[in-house]
């Protein structure tokens, strides 16, 4: 129950740091309480948003998530909690795997997060 709920808070804590960045999005726990049913944690501008989060998989410099999602059409948000700061990744869901691995070099500060969300609407 302790880990359950450790994790429970790890995965708030990066919600929250999505929740400030992307202010006009829609918060599907916080604002419909049901993200069972939808399967993501956040819709802004129609994109839906599945955030990872972790505090604990460093390995040097990089970070591991699992991601063991069927998001379809949609994105992973990633955030690595590193002490008071934290790191940000982005891909595709379609493009993601179970397990994905990123480099601290290859973050992005939470405050980029819309323009890097656009890039990538953009892209596809």
Known sequence: ??????RLEIGELGEEIIANALKDAVWIRK??????EFGYDFEWNNI???????AQDKRGDVYR???NSRLNNGVFVFVALDGGKHHVWLKRAEDSANCEIFKIRDSFQAHELQSKLRKLYNEW
């Open 31 to 36: 604002e419909i309480g049901k993200k069972k």
């Open 65 to 67: 998530f699992l991601t």
């Open 48 to 54: 839906k948003i599945d955030v990872k989060t972790t």
């Open 1 to 6: 129950l302790k880990i359950g709920r450790h």
